[in-house]
């Protein structure tokens, strides 16, 4: 499951690809969240693009989102505190079946 919940908030495992024409959910690659982010993989944009998609969508401050593993990598995992994993599925969610 791409989604879990422990004492420090929810993790989000996703599959990144960096680059593409639009920033958007896709769906699922294996286990992890596909996610297409605009921005190129350099200098770090990616990551910072990608934690400002998640924090919109998710309609949280920015502060409460945070890359605490893959950051060069494009197997990512982000923790996000403040919400329910129920919440958080919820959000992301219909944003992949579209």
Not at 14 to 36: C, D, F, M, N, S
Not at 63 to 89: D, E, N, Q, W, Y
Request: positive net charge; proline residues 5%; aromatic residues 4%.
């Amino acid at each position: 499951m791409w989604l879990r919940e422990d004492a420090e908030g929810i993790s989000l495992s996703l599959h990144i690809q960096p680059g593409a024409k639009a920033t958007e959910i896709v769906g699922l690659h294996g286990q992890a969240l596909k996610i297409r982010l605009a921005a190129p993989p350099v200098e770090g944009r990616a990551n910072e693009a990608l934690i400002d998609f998640i924090a919109t969508c998710l309609g949280v401050p920015r502060s409460t989102v945070r890359l605490t593993s893959g950051a060069s990598s494009r197997a990512k995992r982000l923790k996000v505190s403040g919400l329910g994993a129920a919440c958080v599925f919820e959000k992301l969610t219909p944003r992949a079946q579209a």
